[in-house]
Nanobody, 120 residues
Framework: QVQLVESGGGLGQAGGSLRLSCAASGSIFSINDMGWYRQAPGEQRELVATITGGEHTNYADSVKGRFTISRDNAKNTVYLQMNSLKPEDTAVYYC??????????????WGQGTQVTVSS
């Protein structure tokens, strides 16, 4: 069993910053790609940022230059530093991880989601 637990969401102000964390635990052999996605009300879930095991990063155009994804492999944790927040960043943020389990199965796991609300 593998769990992804997110933290750090909440209310932010336009122009401000928030930092999200997502820690993976359980029957983990290794963690491959990790990422953050978000879903606003009435919208489809969209990619925000991803980071590979080799720490290559990819960002949605809407967050480039404002958000930074990073990971701490020793802690099985991925972070999303969000700066220069905009009201349109308001959404539920989900972390995702491609995990090789101790049974050597490669499975995508999702966190439960954390609400980020940005006031203008």
């Amino acid at each position: 069993q593998v769990q992804l637990v997110e933290s750090g969401g909440g209310l932010g102000q336009a122009g401000g910053s928030l930092r999200l964390s997502c820690a993976a635990s359980g029957s983990i052999f290794s963690i491959n790609d990790m990422g953050w996605y978000r879903q606003a009300p009435g919208e489809q879930r969209e990619l925000v940022a991803t980071i590979t095991g080799g720490e290559h990063t990819n960002y949605a155009d809407s967050v480039k230059g404002r958000f930074t994804i990073s990971r701490d492999n020793a802690k099985n944790t991925v972070y999303l530093q969000m700066n220069s927040l905009k009201p349109e960043d308001t959404a539920v943020y989900y972390c995702n991880a491609q995990i090789t389990t101790t049974a050597r199965a490669i499975v995508p796991f999702w966190g439960q989601g954390t609400q980020v609300t940005v006031s203008s």
